[in-house]
């Protein structure tokens, strides 16, 4: 997931990501549920929260919160917003206000 970043393609399903890895899609979500304990889309947002919070630390992006959110894989502010927040425990916002002033780090 790291390297090609397919998480960064904001309607990945489970499908194209098997495919993308030459197992059944039975075995990526059992593989996926039992390795790190949640399902497909919490996976999948769990790598956007991590890319979000790189481009919002980042000082040299000048990109909004709007642009960083499609930047890093959503396509729904108020889903981005949730999932940052629960993820994090600040708003993307307040975050990258935080990273930058060197309170939190990525």
Known sequence: M??????????LTLEQLSRKL?????EVSRAINQGFGCNFFEFVSRYRIDEAKSRLADA???ANILQTMYDSGFN?????NTAFKKETGFTPSEYRRRALQGDIRP
């Open 2 to 11: 790291h390297q090609e970043k397919p998480h960064l393609h904001p309607n």
């Open 76 to 80: 729904s502010k108020s889903v981005f």
């Open 22 to 26: 030459g197992a059944p899609s039975r």
């Open 60 to 62: 040299a992006n000048q």
